[in-house]
């Protein structure tokens, strides 16, 4: 071993050694699941996934109702893009509404229920422009057209004469409040943000005709609050406390303009949800819990709320009866739920609930909720992906080297002998201010259906576990929160399934990033790796992404010049040369978020000192893939790379 290599293990001795004398960090996960409490149930229907049809079970990117309540008009790639199409609400086949080779989302409908506005950027480059197409089908426009300017989160006020939206130029790290008077097209900013580089603004809704209502907070998701911005002009003026140390985030306007609801960690240090009386400066906290909560939507009376919640990776929606002070469950199956809708109103004029469902092992569809009682809407999935056949989830808990208690969604595949014989693959989650959902996983479907026991934990650093847990691993990212997917792998040892010689590790994005520090500073713990537009290099990421990326990397690592040794530690090019692990390396080749030179890079390097690697390149993908072929092709390789270097 040369000086640096001994330099680099003495590192991360000192590391671990100073990590087993911290306390835990605090969470609501509670309770040690007993690894060999852990079964594979017998399935006689059990069969691998074709990869293909996984993604035949088609995604949906936002829905909205017509304005009338009789159509739905959905973003879902049954073509392999996300376009829009319109489904009538009593069934029926769908209706092709746009045709584009680039995603569109942000659905919301003009008020007169003529048009569907949308946002679309072009080769994953994340540079937004707002559409409209006729609800009935016709000629799309692009009502923005500006190629330095990225337009979302679109609401039209209530006389439908002006759109307000979300404008964050390409230079500038946060977006302001923008409104767009639709007769003449003319567009003028509302807010003028004076810290670009720290502060963005989001639209919320409308009070009136005349008075926007939108968020403005920091890039590391610590400090918000709700303003109001006059179309008349003049100082955004606060509606909740500037003050407040807190993160406050509205989701919705009353139809009376009087009130808003709003998530907070003010309370608690965990987003709860509540109602904000506008006048009185008040909150009305609704239904707290030691999980993550948020407010939603308005019925249309006004007279309830949706309430999400998120425990432990499992969200359920329910209705809170302002008059009542009660929830009331919607009827939803477990898994994940959210509303469907963040452009407009999920509600139909009658109540009904529009709300966007899938679980471990069922596919995404849209359902609509009304009377306590839930029913599909659509059905877009193939026959292969019956969760009959497939195997589901359940949450663990396991202690991290300092006590920390790290939740996990695990999945094990059908008819497995307790003979420590069987794979197994750690999936490390996005972010690092993401969470892992117990969702509609197609790597982990691929993968558990082909018989690795697989596991997905939400490590230090996670949303959905309160403000300590979230902010655990700042300054630290590769660190503690690395250990906490090093004992997931301890874990799975444990149940008396997998064999410890046999477990991978694949993420995207963070998550890959956390490939690529597993490998070269934990090699000894990993059998084979993939890597999909993982962080590499934070220096030549802070030079190349736009400012808002740059902004949020500042909030986690710090300053590159008076951080140095922070950005040096955190760097997965210090450790890659000790990787042993055989790495596959998937990049999109316009990806402004992670550019492809990072991934040619960590390539270069590992070929140069002999090691086993690969790399797939994908025109005109950014930051994740969103072709159909290509989110085929990259699983496909994920598989075969991964039968090749752990499967007997």
């Known amino acids: 071993m040369d000086r640096r290599h001994r330099a680099l293990g003495l590192a991360l001795a000192l590391s671990l050694a100073a990590a087993a004398a911290q306390a835990a960090v605090p969470s609501p996960a509670t309770g040690i699941t007993d690894p060999k409490s852990i079964v594979s149930t017998a399935n006689p229907l059990a069969a691998p996934v074709p990869v293909a049809d996984l993604f035949y079970a088609r995604g949906g990117s936002g829905a909205i109702w017509t304005r009338d309540g009789k159509s739905v008009v959905i973003s879902t790639n049954l073509t392999g893009r996300f376009n829009l199409w319109k489904a009538e609400a009593a069934g029926g086949w769908p209706v092709q509404l746009t045709r584009s080779e680039d995603r569109q989302s942000g659905l919301v409908a003009s008020p007169d229920g003529k048009w569907i506005v949308f946002q679309s950027d072009s080769g994953g480059n994340e540079m937004y422009d707002l559409y409209a197409v006729p609800v009935d089908g016709g000629e799309v426009v692009n009502l923005t057209n500006t190629p330095d300017v990225s337009e979302t989160g679109a609401h039209f006020s209530p006389d439908g004469r002006n759109l307000a ?147 432990d990776g499992r969200t359920d929606l329910a209705l809170f009866d302002l008059a009542a002070g009660k929830l009331a ?59 009959a056949r497939l195997p589901s989830s359940q949450i663990v808990h396991y202690a991290s080297q300092d006590g920390t208690i790290i939740s996990a969604v695990l999945m094990v595949p059908f008819n497995l002998k307790r003979d420590g014989t069987a794979p197994a693959v750690v999936i490390p989650h996005g972010g690092p201010t993401g969470q892992t959902l117990d969702r509609f996983s197609r790597t982990a479907l691929a993968l558990a259906s082909r018989g690795y026991v697989v596991i997905q934990p939400n490590v230090r650093g996670s949303t959905g576990y309160g403000k300590a847990f979230q902010a655990a691993n700042h300054k630290d990212l590769g660190g503690m929160d690395l250990t906490d997917e090093v004992y997931a792998a301890k874990f799975l040892t444990a149940t008396g399934f997998v064999d410890p010689k046999r477990i991978g590790i694949t993420g995207g994005s963070y998550g890959g990033f956390m490939t690529l520090m597993a490998i070269g500073r934990t090699p000894e713990v990993w059998a084979a790796a993939v890597s999909q537009y993982g962080i590499i290099n934070w220096y030549e990421m802070l030079k190349h992404e736009d400012a808002a990326l740059q902004a949020y990397q500042r909030s986690l690592i710090g300053d590159p010049v008076t951080d140095k040794a922070v950005y040096d530690a955190s760097s997965p090019m210090t450790y890659i040369r000790q990787a042993k692990a055989p790495l596959l390396v998937l990049q999109g080749e316009n990806d402004i978020r992670v550019p492809m030179g990072q991934a040619q890079e960590v390539v270069a390097t590992l070929k140069a000192v002999g090691a086993t690697v690969d790399a797939k390149y994908y025109p005109a993908e950014g930051h994740g893939f969103v072709k159909r072929e290509n989110q085929i092709d990259a699983l496909q390789r994920t598989v075969d790379w991964l039968d090749r270097y752990l499967k007997k």
């Open 165 to 311: 939206f979300a404008a964050k130029r390409k230079v500038d790290g946060g977006a302001n409040v923008a409104v767009m008077d639709m007769a003449s097209r003319q567009v003028r900013l509302l807010s003028h943000e004076a810290r670009p580089d720290a502060f963005r603004w989001s639209v919320v809704g409308w009070r009136g005709d005349d008075t926007v209502v939108a968020n403005r907070g920091d890039f590391g998701s610590t400090l918000a609050g709700v303003w109001a911005l006059s179309l008349a002009g003049g100082d955004p003026q606060p509606l909740t406390s500037p003050k407040a140390k807190a993160l406050i985030l509205a989701s919705d306007v009353s139809p009376d303009g009087r009130l808003l609801s709003v998530s907070s960690d003010e309370k608690t240090g965990q987003l709860q949800a509540a109602v904000f009386d506008i006048a009185a400066g008040s909150y009305r906290w609704l239904a707290p819990t030691p999980w993550e909560q948020q407010a939603g939507g308005f019925s249309p009376d006004g007279r309830s709320v949706v309430v999400t919640t998120n425990a």
């Open 329 to 387: 469950p919607l009827g939803l199956p477990p898994g994940y739920n959210a509303e469907a809708s963040d452009g407009q109103s999920s509600f139909r004029p009658d109540g009904a609930l529009l709300v966007a469902h899938d679980a471990s092992n069922t596919p995404f569809d849209y359902w609509v909720a009304q009377g306590g009682q839930a029913r599909p809407l659509t059905r877009l999935a193939l026959a292969s992906t019956d969760p």
